[in-house]
Structure formats: C-alpha cells, structure tokens
C-alpha cells in the first residue's frame, strides 16, 4: 500500500486480515522506520508493536522482565470481547517463571524429538487416510476435509480420546480461536460463546480425568490426570486448562500452516515441482511453509521495569506486542524474505516464538507437515483452486476457513 504512513496503518483491526491477510507491507515500513512502535489507535488500547527478529528475541529472553500475562494478545476494543484480567483458562501462555517450568515439565517429555520420532508412523497413517479420503474426487474443501482434521486427529489420538467425540473438540477448538468469526460464533456476544466454549469442554475433560485417575493408560490424558507440581495434585481450574491448551494450540495453527503451505506451493508452481521432483526437500519445505504462514499473528507480554528497547524507552506496565509474521520476513535475517523457497536452509523463523515460551508443539507440528505434504506431493499430479478461500476474522491467529481446491490423485499404490 504506497500510501501507509506511521499515523495510518492498521494492523489490528481484525475485518482487514478478512479482506487483505496478513499486513506484510505496514509490517515492512515499521521495520524499516520504527521497529519499536508505540501503536496508539481509537479501536485499542495503546501498545509497543515488536517486529523485528532481533527484537523479538531480546525480549522473549527475558521472560522476568517482560512477562506473560492473563491477556495473550492484543485486540480491538468490540463489544462483547472479555476484559483483559479475564481468565478464561490459566495455562503455560499466561504462567511464568518458576511456576511456568513446573507446569511445563508435567507433559514436556511427551513432546520430546525422541518422544514424537516415536508417532511418525501413525502420523503417517493419518495422513494417508486423509488423503485417501478425498482421493476418488476431484474437487474439495481442503480445510474441512484435510488441514483440520491432521492435527486433531493427532492430538486426539495422543490423548486417548475416542474418534466419536473428534468432531465435537473440533466445534469448540474453533468456538474458542475464532471467538471473534461469525462462522464459528454460536449466538450471544464473543465473551459468552468463549464461555460457553470452555465448560463444554471443562466437562468433557472432567470425566476424562475421573476415568484416567480410575484407570490409567499411557497417553496424555493420563500424564496430566496423574501430573504433579510442586509434588501436589493440579488444581481444578488449571488442570482442565490445561487439556483446553493442548487440544486448541495444537489444532488451529498447524491447520493453517498446512492450508497456507498448499495455498503457497498453488501460487509458485515452480516450487511445487522441486517439491514434486525431489521428496528429500519436505524437510525444508515444511520448515519454508511454516516461516511463510506464520499462523500465529502475536503474543504480548508486560515490561515489569522501565527499560529500552532499540533505542525507546519502555515504561514499567507497558505492553509490547510480538509480530512473529513481520519477524519472519526480516531483510536482516532471511535473504529474499518474499520469496517462498523449498529449499531455504538454514531457515532462522520464529513462528514458533523463542525462549521461556518456544512452543512445546514444535516437533509434533513439523512432524505433521512433513507427512503430510510428503503424501500430498507424491499423489497430488494437479492442483487448482476452485474458488476464493475465506480467511478467518481474528488477528491473533491467521486463519484460512476454506479453501476449495479441484485435483487429480493418484492412488495410493501408484504413488
Ligand atoms: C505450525 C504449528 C504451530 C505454530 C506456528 C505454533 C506457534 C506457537 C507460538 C508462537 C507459541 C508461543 C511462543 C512464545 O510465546 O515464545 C506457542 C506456544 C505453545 N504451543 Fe505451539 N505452535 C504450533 C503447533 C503446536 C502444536 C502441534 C502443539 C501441540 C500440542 C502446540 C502447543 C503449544 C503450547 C503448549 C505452547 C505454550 C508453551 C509455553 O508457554 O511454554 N503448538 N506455539
């Protein structure tokens, strides 16, 4: 947009991620002109915009000085949105040291490289079958029938969660992200669907711990049924929290990288057929496809002292919002940031932050888009879109909501 200046962009209000995507050219010119940018509109409340890689790292390192807090990212004031000392769940996001370690060790070992290297084959099962069923058509809706259903099958799975009840974690994931998408609000105002959302789904975890405290099996549910912090039992509030953590981060980020991944290797065919032509560079391309969509748009923390960053002073209680998209299209750190390139290596992204915080899904994610996109290059021969995809209203989580694509498929067996 040549006509963005510092007093105009908008890279908040959530109807333009809708309409446009992702603001990469307001991100541009604030890296360029003011990486630590005091953000001052009439639809929020004021806060530092972070978007460089550098900056991003200095303060997600400092976990004492700028803190998690109950509020995990900024948004427009609209009616209905929960104020920010809400506490909707009390989970790793808003915890911090030393009570964050403690809670993370509860299931940590579970998301080890070793720990996930040990599901590759079932992933790779369900993302054949996910294929499959689609493979006698021609045309579908890749969201609905691909992208979300991996990742919930995945962690459903981990938990020991029966396949008759995938559907219904599927409905509340998506009430929960996209609280603020009409397509996924069930009636009332935000705040009530978000509240309607959680006891749905409190009570469903409520009897899964009952059963796992009962009888103990060895997946995920068990692990946090059984966890221990500080040698005692999880509250209540924060084990259910916790369950609610595992099953939304899990699901809508990599659904949206997996959408936008094909999106991307649609829109640079050229791409598409080194991926095609040589199935060893799945590693880099699903690393490629996760810097590119960035699904996670930002997280905030608060400065508990004054202090400086990049030259601006912060003040104690100020919040600074951390733009992970802008970080990975940093001229400083990736040659050609635009350009979508399969083969990017070494490849410096932040989309799965860094720090006290660095997401505990990170191996299950690239697991996950590795198998997948493997199957889809090996069986995909064309692939078009066959309408517009619709992006989800949030600028917290880019999300696309469909994306109808026409295909040919091989079978399986010819693959
Ligand atoms: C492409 C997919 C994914 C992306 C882009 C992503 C991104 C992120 C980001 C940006 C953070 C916050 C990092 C920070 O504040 O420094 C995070 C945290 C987290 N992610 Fe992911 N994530 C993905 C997949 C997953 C999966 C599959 C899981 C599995 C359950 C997961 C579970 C979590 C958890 C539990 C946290 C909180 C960690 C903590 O606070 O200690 N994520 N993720």
Redesign the pocket.
Known sequence: MATSTLDTIDILTPDLYVERGYPHEEWTLLRREAPVFWYERENCAPFWAITRHADIITV?RQPELFR?TQRLFATIDEPGVPPPEEALLRQ??N?NPPE?GAY?AVVSRR?TPAAVHRLAGHVQEIARQLIDEIADREECDFVTEVSAKL?LAV?AEMFGIPRSDWQMMFRLSNAMIGATDPEYMRGGTIMEGLQQARLEFFQYFSHLVEDRRKNPRDDLATALALGRVNSEELPAFELLSYFA??II??NE??RN?TTGGLFALINNPEQWELLKRDPSLVRSAAEEI?RWT???IQ?IRAATADTELHGRKIREGDVLA?F?PSANRDEDVFDHPFKFDVRRTPNYHL????????????N??RL??QMIFREIAARLDQVELAGPIARMRSSFVGGIKHMPIRYKMRARSAA
Do not use: Q
Request: proline letters at 5%; aromatic letters at 12%.
């Open positions: 997600s998690a790793l996001l915890m964050h993370r998301f990742p962690i953590l595992l981060a899990g980020t990599t990288a996760i960035s699904p996670v997280f951390l992970y989309a799965f932050g860094i720090g006290e915080h660095f997401c505990l899904g990170a299950l994610a996950e888009l």
